[in-house]
């Protein structure tokens, strides 16, 4: 057994090369994964993809917001949430996995060209290196708000933007739908110009929340791209001293005007906000007081597509009626 | 006596047919369907003529076979065997019927490394075997503080010692784990975290396969030629004098070849319970505590138990996969309550 392992270790000479026609070759950087670290990596395309392994909903989103659906093999980790809209499409396509993320031997058995996930996917727990699916001739996108908040600067409303001309690059995209990507910018370009002249410390603090536990709360950090969203809406974000497990002490303490909740398919904001406005204690917070809350759904604030920033331009809109009173 | 080695042999001859069996026969097990003809043409080509796989109809094929399935088969067998090995070894070794390899604190060591890597980014420096190499360093470090800690006294003392220093050792890096989780904010990485040291074979590759299997079959070896000191050792030191052994340098000598090989191990798969623990005792319920039949059995019993549980972990639910630590304790527990309850049980001299 010795001499076995150790004779097959030895080599792995089967894998598969690239094509080598490199006419209309374009070269896209994209990031590593959880398993790598942090590196940002340049791929060279040598031909469209034609079968995309789509990752979460925030790949999907993107992928038909360029209208690329007839290239998606399969999807998966996606939940179609029926009070979301736009996700009665994600029931056209193959889910490879049901339950958390696919398997390697699932991912290679659909033999797809292109993998569009968050970072985790690529992560020892599941996929494992972005290596080993390049020797094999499947290229990789990750998504640029999923790195590991220890190797990013933040994640930014902004990288929408980058994954969206990243991903018409790879798509050898043209046309029209170039224009969309722009017009996406204006809208978050317009909003960063709305913002109240006023300094920071007088605008509308928020925190966000994902989930209510009696006396405790989760609450997300300055690293997650909750904290940009708040920005760009014109509020203040307060999830660097609320992020993490903690007790309701410390909402009470940072009193926000408004709480962002994460609205969850199996955790929905309606319930964590009941739990909030029940709470004794919480009676003292503004926004518990004032009954605002702002729900944001979890495909719009974790890896960000279209809907993020549709979600950023209500929360604008709901401050702006806060601070109206 | 001579019967009784007959009939170990056959015993021995036997489970050895079936570990084999069951490696082949797993090969074809899994999501994506593969003929045994495909089989035979990827193992020839591997082993061969390497020509062939590039001539094969279906080259996903070979990479199914030859990246995946093969080398998490041959690490199952390494794990299985290396952790039955590791509790036969360290029940003998501590007179416990509770101890398991993980009393010396390399789960919790393994776990704690694995999480720095993971969520800090500690051990960044060895690239995409951070994670195992935190892992193992972490699982040898807490283990050589409960040996320090342990053998700075002598006699039976120390071993009442070892499993005080380990239970210590494992609640502080338990709670420094926890401490790593609670703090972090990126709810991603708690999540690999998480998933990791649930333990799977998933994550195996060939480069991952040397050390372990050296580690394993060395100290298989070794331990091959210990009967007489480890069947002495379960009537207590005082008797195991007696008998012309060298007690105390036996314990420490076998106690760093089991936290080594199961450290391995462990570095590479992440935790495994039960399989230590239980795989023993089901065979000293089956053919009794001496170690000549109750060492080789249990190693080759560890193998062919995790080898099926591999089988069921990744092919339970479609497409995905459940870490293998679940499946262990969920299929054995079970089993290893029934014999408890309708078989006579004895153990070491009691």
Same mark, same amino acid.
């Given at each position: 057994?010795?001499?076995?392992?150790?004779?097959?270790?030895?080599?792995?000479?089967? #894998?598969?090369?690239?094509?080598?026609?490199?006419?209309?070759?374009?070269?896209?950087?994209?990031?590593?994964?959880?398993?790598?670290?942090?590196?940002?990596?340049?791929?060279?395309?040598?031909?469209?993809?034609?079968?995309?392994?789509?990752?979460?909903?925030?790949?999907?989103?993107?992928?038909?917001?360029?209208?690329?659906?007839?290239?998606?093999?399969?999807?998966?980790?996606?939940?179609?949430?029926?009070?979301?809209?736009?996700?009665?499409?994600?029931?056209?396509?193959? #889910?490879?996995?049901?339950?958390?993320?696919?398997?390697?031997?699932?991912?290679?058995?659909?033999?797809?060209?292109?993998?569009?996930?968050?970072?985790?996917?690529?992560?020892?727990?599941?996929?494992?290196?972005?290596?080993?699916?390049?020797?094999?001739?499947?290229?990789?996108?990750?998504?640029?708000?999923?790195?590991?908040?220890?190797?990013?600067?933040?994640?930014?409303?902004?990288? !929408?933007?980058?994954?969206?001309?990243?991903?018409?690059?790879?798509?050898?995209?043209?046309?029209?739908?170039?224009?969309? !990507?722009?017009?996406?910018?204006?809208?978050?370009?317009?909003?960063?110009?709305?913002?109240?002249?006023?300094?920071?410390?007088?605008?509308?603090?928020?925190?966000?929340?994902?989930?209510?536990?009696?006396?405790?709360?989760?609450?997300?950090?300055?690293?997650?791209?909750?904290?940009? !969203?708040?920005?760009?809406?014109?509020?203040?974000?307060?999830?660097?001293?609320?992020?993490?497990? #903690?007790?309701?002490?410390?909402?009470?303490?940072?009193?926000?005007?408004?709480?962002?909740?994460?609205?969850?398919?199996?955790?929905?904001?309606?319930?964590?906000?009941?739990?909030?406005?029940?709470?004794?204690?919480?009676?003292?917070?503004?926004?518990? #007081?004032?009954?605002?809350?702002?729900?944001?759904?979890?495909?719009?604030?974790?890896?960000?597509?279209?809907?993020?920033?549709?979600?950023?331009?209500?929360?604008?809109?709901?401050?702006?009626?806060?601070?109206?009173? | 006596?001579?019967?009784?080695?007959?009939?170990?042999?056959?015993?021995? /001859?036997?489970?050895?047919?079936?570990? /084999?069996?069951?490696?082949?026969?797993?090969?074809?097990?899994?999501?994506?369907?593969?003929?045994?003809?495909?089989?035979?043409?990827?193992?020839?080509?591997?082993?061969?003529?390497?020509?062939? /796989?590039?001539?094969?109809?279906?080259?996903?094929?070979?990479?199914?076979?030859?990246?995946?399935?093969?080398? +998490?088969?041959? =690490? *199952?067998?390494? *794990?299985?065997?290396?952790?039955?090995?590791?509790?036969?070894?360290?029940?003998?070794?501590? +007179?416990?019927?509770?101890?398991?390899?993980?009393?010396?604190?390399?789960?919790?060591?393994?776990?704690?490394?694995?999480?720095?890597?993971?969520?800090?980014?500690?051990?960044?420096?060895?690239?995409?075997?951070?994670?195992?190499?935190?892992?193992?360093?972490?699982?040898?470090?807490?283990?050589?503080?409960?040996?320090?800690?342990?053998?700075?006294?002598?006699?039976?003392?120390?071993?009442?010692?070892?499993?005080?220093?380990?239970?210590?050792?494992?609640?502080?890096?338990?709670?420094?784990?926890?401490?790593?989780?609670?703090?972090?904010?990126?709810?991603?990485?708690? %999540?690999?975290?998480?998933?990791?040291?649930?333990?799977?074979?998933? %994550?195996?590759?060939?480069? =991952?396969?040397?050390?372990?299997?050296?580690?394993?079959?060395?100290?298989?070896?070794?331990?091959?030629?210990?009967?007489?000191?480890?069947?002495?050792?379960?009537?207590?030191?005082? *008797?195991?004098?007696?008998?012309?052994?060298?007690?105390?340098?036996?314990?420490?000598?076998?106690?760093?070849?089991?936290?080594?090989?199961?450290?391995?191990?462990? *570095?590479?798969?992440?935790?495994?319970?039960?399989?230590?623990?239980?795989?023993?005792?089901?065979?000293? /319920?089956?053919?009794?505590?001496?170690?000549? %039949?109750?060492?080789?059995?249990?190693?080759?019993?560890?193998?062919?138990?995790?080898?099926?549980?591999?089988?069921?972990?990744?092919?339970?639910? =479609?497409?995905?996969?459940?870490?293998?630590?679940?499946?262990?304790?969920?299929?054995?527990?079970?089993?290893?309550?029934?014999?408890?309850?309708?078989?006579?049980?004895?153990?070491?001299?009691?």
């Amino acid at each position: 057994m010795l001499i076995t392992v150790l004779f097959m270790g030895c080599g792995n000479e089967w #894998k598969a090369q690239a094509p080598a026609s490199a006419s209309s070759s374009v070269t896209v950087d994209t990031f590593d994964g959880y398993a790598g670290q942090g590196r940002i990596i340049s791929q060279t395309f040598y031909e469209v993809p034609k079968r995309v392994l789509a990752v979460s909903e925030s790949s999907i989103d993107n992928m038909l917001f360029l209208e690329l659906q007839d290239h998606i093999a399969a999807v998966s980790s996606c939940t179609a949430d029926e009070r979301w809209p736009g996700t009665d499409k994600y029931r056209l396509f193959y #889910k490879l996995a049901d339950y958390g993320y696919p398997s390697k031997e699932a991912v290679l058995g659909l033999q797809p060209d292109l993998i569009v996930s968050w970072g985790s996917l690529f992560g020892d727990s599941a996929l494992g290196s972005v290596t080993y699916w390049h020797t094999k001739g499947i290229h990789t996108y990750v998504l640029s708000n999923t790195m590991p908040a220890k190797y990013s600067n933040g994640r930014k409303v902004e990288n !929408i933007i980058r994954d969206l001309r990243a991903l018409a690059q790879i798509f050898r995209i043209q046309d029209e739908r170039l224009q969309k !990507i722009d017009a996406l910018q204006q809208r978050i370009d317009k909003l960063k110009q709305k913002a109240p002249a006023e300094p920071a410390e007088k605008r509308p603090s928020v925190v966000t929340i994902q989930y209510v536990y009696g006396n405790e709360f989760y609450g997300r950090g300055n690293m997650d791209m909750t904290t940009d !969203i708040i920005a760009v809406a014109g509020g203040r974000s307060l999830d660097a001293d609320i992020g993490g497990k #903690k007790s309701v002490e410390y909402l009470i303490k940072q009193n926000p005007d408004v709480i962002m909740v994460v609205d969850m398919p199996r955790r929905p904001a309606e319930a964590k906000i009941r739990t909030m406005r029940a709470h004794p204690l919480l009676q003292r917070v503004t926004a518990v #007081k004032h009954n605002q809350f702002f729900k944001i759904p979890y495909r719009a604030f974790y890896g960000g597509s279209v809907y993020t920033i549709e979600e950023t331009e209500r929360l604008h809109e709901y401050l702006k009626q806060c601070i109206r009173g | 006596m001579k019967t009784g080695y007959c009939k170990l042999g056959l015993y021995l /001859l036997l489970l050895t047919a079936f570990l /084999l069996c069951s490696v082949v026969h797993s090969l074809s097990i899994g999501v994506v369907d593969i003929s045994w003809k495909e089989i035979v043409q990827v193992l020839y080509g591997f082993l061969i003529d390497k020509n062939m /796989l590039v001539t094969l109809e279906n080259p996903v094929a070979a990479d199914i076979i030859l990246d995946l399935r093969l080398p +998490r088969i041959l =690490m *199952a067998v390494i *794990a299985g065997g290396a952790l039955a090995l590791g509790g036969v070894v360290m029940q003998a070794v501590i +007179r416990n019927p509770l101890a398991d390899p993980y009393i010396l604190g390399v789960s919790s060591g393994a776990a704690l490394g694995a999480t720095a890597s993971i969520i800090l980014g500690a051990f960044s420096i060895f690239g995409v075997y951070g994670v195992s190499a935190g892992a193992f360093i972490g699982a040898l470090a807490v283990t050589f503080t409960v040996f320090a800690l342990t053998f700075s006294v002598s006699g039976s003392q120390s071993i009442t010692k070892l499993i005080l220093a380990g239970t210590a050792l494992n609640a502080i890096c338990g709670s420094c784990t926890s401490m790593i989780v609670y703090l972090a904010k990126d709810v991603e990485g708690i %999540r690999d975290a998480s998933f990791w040291i649930m333990g799977s074979m998933g %994550r195996t590759t060939w480069e =991952m396969l040397p050390l372990g299997c050296i580690l394993f079959c060395a100290t298989s070896l070794f331990f091959a030629t210990q009967f007489r000191s480890l069947n002495a050792s379960l009537l207590g030191d005082e *008797a195991a004098v007696t008998l012309g052994i060298d007690v105390a340098g036996k314990r420490k000598l076998y106690l760093v070849l089991v936290a080594l090989m199961v450290s391995s191990v462990v *570095a590479s798969v992440g935790i495994i319970g039960f399989v230590g623990l239980v795989v023993p005792h089901i065979v000293r /319920l089956l053919l009794g505590s001496d170690h000549t %039949r109750l060492l080789p059995v249990s190693v080759l019993l560890g193998a062919i138990y995790l080898v099926w549980c591999d089988v069921f972990a990744r092919t339970a639910l =479609m497409n995905a996969e459940i870490p293998i630590g679940i499946v262990t304790s969920l299929i054995g527990g079970p089993f290893f309550l029934y014999l408890m309850m309708f078989r006579k049980y004895g153990y070491g001299d009691r």
